[in-house]
């Protein structure tokens, strides 16, 4: 069974920062494109920020010079550090590994993310 364990979301107050993580098995991590996605209480998911497998980025404009994902092949595991956090970032934060060529479609199970002073 594949596992992406997250780890990293907590309380932060408006300004701060954190970094999130999300591991997984090398046979899924060299073949999937990695993705951070959101989901707010009464708002749909919402992809955050995903990097390929050639290290291509692309980010939602509202986490714009904010967030940043990045990967780390030699311990199979996708960070997102976000910085300069707002209220409005406070959902619960999901990792993800798709590839359209192998068929995959693997979720964590979330982690939440809270910005309040």
Wanted: proline share 3%.
């Amino acid at each position: 069974q594949v596992q992406l364990v997250e780890s990293g979301g907590g309380l932060v107050q408006p300004g701060g920062s954190l970094r999130l993580s999300c591991a997984t098995s090398r046979s899924i991590f060299r073949i999937a494109d990695m993705a951070w996605h959101r989901q707010a209480p009464g708002n749909q998911r919402e992809l955050v920020a995903r990097i390929t497998t050639g290290d291509s980025t692309n980010y939602v404009d509202s986490v714009k010079g904010r967030f940043t994902i990045s990967r780390d092949n030699a311990k199979n595991t996708v960070y997102l550090q976000m910085n300069s956090l707002k209220p409005e970032d406070t959902a619960v934060y999901y990792c993800n590994a798709a590839s359209t060529l192998f068929a995959l479609d693997y979720w964590g199970r979330g982690t939440q993310v809270t910005v309040s002073s």
